[in-house]
């Protein structure tokens, strides 16, 4: 993120949009949580960060049909299996950077 604002020659960043799907084996609220830690003393020092939980589409190998899932019932609603793939999930996007140029 750093790099992103270095190259657009933004003198701060004032508000990060992140989109971290269910599936990316990150914890939204740790991803925060580090975020804070490390923003200290750099163009990220006042940045807010917004985090999007975008939604889990997943395939039915065994019907071919794709629906939205959520991590509580992964199940096809069609024919009730739990044989899927992931569609949409494992995102882990930086969507947009705010700034104030120099
Ligand atoms: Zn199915």
New binding site residues.
Partial sequence: MENAARTNNLKRVVRVVLEIGQFSGVEPELLRFAFAAVKNGTVLEQAEIEIKIPPLLLY??????E?LGELADLC??????E??KIVRGREMLVKTIEGELK
């Fill in positions: 039915c190998c065994e019907c071919r049909n629906y096809c609603p069609v024919c009730l299996k044989q899927f």
